[in-house]
């Protein structure tokens, strides 16, 4: 069993790459059978497509590590990203030793459980009892729209929303394009998740990546009334899954403000993958 998340969001403030800023989107929401058309879903499609797709790696000499945090850079094609993981004050990834090598480097926290850090392409294994729990960056699904100049006759090229949207008599220009940042989480050994408050939808998070299907969306609303079995938002946006088997549990906070949309996907190999954008 495999529950996989791919997260994606508006706008950055995630500490993860030490990055921010991105506009917003001036949208107006409403709920009911038009919730779906008011929604842009311009952002979430690219991040599920990735027709660029740019393939992060690590690079080799730039990893750090002091005993409670990891840096590094992250290197693609297209930009640059500062990369830290930094340990919790309960010991949950307080390093006691580590290993650093030229394709991978791995950090032993006081409790034993391991951190994996893989260069070519990036990705991070979490182990306990050294068996993986969480991969992060699994199916290479990073992606970082960063700022940009605007050339002229290429706005078809950038796909719908990318430089401005509009709602009705709204127009919301977008003079560096669009920015967000998305990303793939795999819980290993978990057939469900559970969490992305709050939806009027099943109390365990439903596959999304069906045809037809929508994300989970992330967004701060004020409602009465609401349709059932949608992924579309209802009332507060709090973005924490957390997932329970017979031996442990485990949860992921994507600490961003921005509306979020999150892919699940959910199989019989012990496994859920998640995507945020």
């Not at 998340?5 to 409403?30: N, P, Q, Y």
């Not at 003079?175 to 109390?203: A, Q, R």
Request: net charge neutral; proline share 3%.
């Amino acid at each position: 069993m495999l529950s996989a998340f791919c997260i994606f969001s508006a706008k950055c403030a995630l500490r993860l790459f030490g990055e921010d800023g991105a506009e917003d989107s001036g949208e107006v929401v409403r709920l009911g059978s038009r919730a779906r058309a008011l929604c842009p879903l311009g952002g979430p499609q690219r991040h599920r497509q990735q027709q660029n797709k740019a393939e992060y790696s690590v690079v080799a000499d730039s990893v750090k590590s002091n005993g409670t945090a990891v840096m590094a850079t992250l290197e693609s094609t297209i930009n640059k990203l500062k990369l830290t993981i930094v340990s919790l004050d309960d010991s949950t990834l307080r390093f006691s030793s580590s290993q650093i090598e030229s394709k991978w480097a791995i950090f032993i926290t006081k409790c034993g459980s391991k951190l994996l850090l893989n260069y070519k392409p990036f990705r991070i294994d979490v182990l306990v009892k050294d068996e993986i729990v969480v991969s992060i960056n699994s199916a290479n699904k990073l992606m970082y729209e960063h700022f940009r100049k605007k050339d002229e006759g290429t706005e078809k090229e950038a796909g719908e929303g990318f430089w401005d949207e509009t709602f009705k008599t709204f127009h919301d220009s977008k003079p560096y394009g669009s920015s967000s940042v998305g990303m793939d989480i795999s819980f290993i050994g978990y057939k469900y998740t559970y969490g992305l408050p709050e939806h009027g939808s099943s109390f365990a998070l439903r596959t999304t990546t069906l045809p037809g299907m929508d994300p989970y969306r992330l967004y701060n609303m004020d409602v009465f009334e609401y349709e059932l079995n949608t992924e579309m938002g209802l009332y507060g946006s709090v973005p924490y899954v957390a997932a329970v088997n017979k031996n442990r549990a485990i949860g992921m906070l994507w600490l961003n403000a921005a509306e979020t949309w999150v892919d699940v996907n959910s199989s019989t190999a012990d496994k859920v993958n998640s995507q945020f954008r």
